[in-house]
Nanobody
């Protein structure tokens, strides 16, 4: 079992930046992908970005490319999401998740989830 805890959310003005962190504990995540997803009230949870250990390979939803950067510090079992040039439409609860050994955007393939951290971008 993997435990994930997000932090770093908050309120920021449009154009600002936030850095989300996801601390992992429990079963090893070696070789697995980890990802960020987000959800707003009344909408389905959507994929934002994933990163694979060791290879450094990443995948992003088009709307955040060039603005968000996902990374991992394997020594500290922590994943990050650096969010720059934030827009009001980025407002959501952001969740980190641990997934399989292959790249996927399918939420059902991610078995462990954090509790979420709120990001609010004001216009």
């Amino acid at each position: 079992q993997v435990q994930l805890v997000e932090s770093g959310g908050g309120l920021v003005q449009a154009g600002g930046s936030l850095r989300l962190s996801c601390a992992a504990s429990g079963r090893t995540l070696s070789g697995r992908i980890m990802g960020w997803f987000r959800q707003t009230p009344g909408k389905e949870r959507e994929f934002v970005a994933t990163v694979k250990e060791n290879s450094g390979m990443t995948d992003y939803i088009d709307s955040v490319k060039g603005r968000f950067t996902i990374s991992r510090d394997n020594a500290k079992n922590t994943m990050f999401l650096q969010m720059n040039s934030l827009k009001p439409e980025d407002t959501a609860t952001y969740y980190c998740a641990a997934g399989p050994w292959y790249f996927t955007r399918d939420l059902s393939q991610f078995g462990s989830w954090g509790q979420g951290t709120q990001v609010t971008v004001s216009s």
